[in-house]
């Protein structure tokens, strides 16, 4: 099944500060999903990436799939304390869905 | 508002006991999914469906039993075979998955949290 490995599994940054995190595939993507997750609750689909060189951005969050379509990254500018939680990746897998570890943000005020 | 509502939130297990975990969707969605997150790791796959009666094991469906009686509605029970429950469960619902192409996400309940007493 598709494996998926996330990096770094937890970042501090000061507010105000860039970051990347990054979502590396197994097998090739057909389908990349960002989520963030708040401690104690459930998923919030942010993006959706399909093609290779694709690039989708919200608000201060740009998610980028490579051109083979097995690396993602989620690049967040000038992070304030409300993006702070975690960042999952997904992929479809068949016809299920797997994740990767997350990567839990900090962002101190 | 369209959405997938888990109940109850918090929910406690005594030895040997079974609970079931309710978890319904008013999308109109096909395939429903059951994850299981513990701490500081990712979710992990027990079981999802991709039409009524019909359901297929996950990575970890050891100790857990589904139903799909209805396209709205996924339970999952959590048996006493299971012997670490203790985790955080999250049911996720998706449209027409049959597409490997599809670009229709899952959507996700807010979770329940399961205790050993």
């Known amino acids: 099944s598709q494996e998926l490995e996330q990096s770094p599994q937890s970042l501090i940054v000061q507010e105000g500060k860039n970051l990347t995190i990054n979502c590396t595939s197994s097998?090739?993507?057909?389908?990349l999903y960002w989520y963030k997750q708040k401690y104690g609750e459930g998923l919030i689909f942010l993006m959706m990436?399909?093609?290779?060189?694709e690039e989708k951005s919200h608000e201060k969050i740009t998610a980028k799939l490579d051109e083979k379509k097995q690396q993602s990254s989620l690049h967040i500018t000038a992070s304030q304390p409300s993006h702070a939680g975690i960042y999952l990746c997904?992929?479809?897998?068949?016809?299920?869905?797997?994740f990767g570890a997350g990567t839990r943000l900090t962002v101190k005020p | 508002d369209g959405g997938i509502t888990q109940s109850p939130k918090y929910l406690f297990r005594k030895e040997g006991q079974n609970v079931t975990l309710s978890c319904e969707q008013n999308?109109?969605?096909?395939?429903m999914y059951w994850y299981r997150q513990d701490p500081g790791q990712g979710l992990r796959l027990i079981y999802y469906?991709?039409?009524?009666?019909?359901?297929q094991k996950g990575d970890i469906a050891e100790g857990y039993s589904v139903s799909r009686e209805k396209k709205e509605s996924f339970p999952l029970t959590v048996t006493s075979a299971q012997k670490n429950p203790t985790a955080f469960y999250l049911c996720?619902?998706?449209?027409?998955?049959?597409?490997?192409?599809?670009?229709?996400?899952?959507?996700f309940g807010d979770g329940t949290r399961l205790s050993i007493l």
């Open positions: 996720a619902s998706r449209m027409n998955p049959t597409n490997l192409y599809s670009n229709q996400p899952q959507h």
């Open positions: 097998k090739t993507l057909y389908g």
């Open positions: 990436l399909q093609k290779g060189g």
């Open positions: 997904g992929a479809l897998n068949n016809n299920d869905m797997r």
């Open positions: 999308l109109n969605h096909d395939a």
């Open positions: 469906s991709q039409i009524v009666n019909d359901f």
